[in-house]
């Protein structure tokens, strides 16, 4: 994610807290909240033991019981 990016979302982050977001700003944070999760869901960690854990399984679920 470039700087410029990770700047907007800092931005409406504290437009959210201030004041609020406008619809399009809100599914702006949504489709971004969807891409880093289907990123990390498909982010593979190999133990030392050898053994691969996705992450997606081990905390996908977490957050889909959530609502995140």
Known sequence: MDQQK???INE?????????????????MELVRRNLRGQL???DI????????NLGEKY???FEKKGN
């Open 60 to 62: 996908g679920a977490k």
């Open 12 to 28: 409406l982050y504290k437009k959210s807290k201030a004041e609020g977001l406008t619809d399009a700003e809100r599914k702006y």
């Open 6 to 8: 990770i700047k907007r």
């Open 46 to 53: 190999e133990q030392k033991d050898g053994t691969v854990i």
């Open 41 to 43: 869901n498909n982010i």
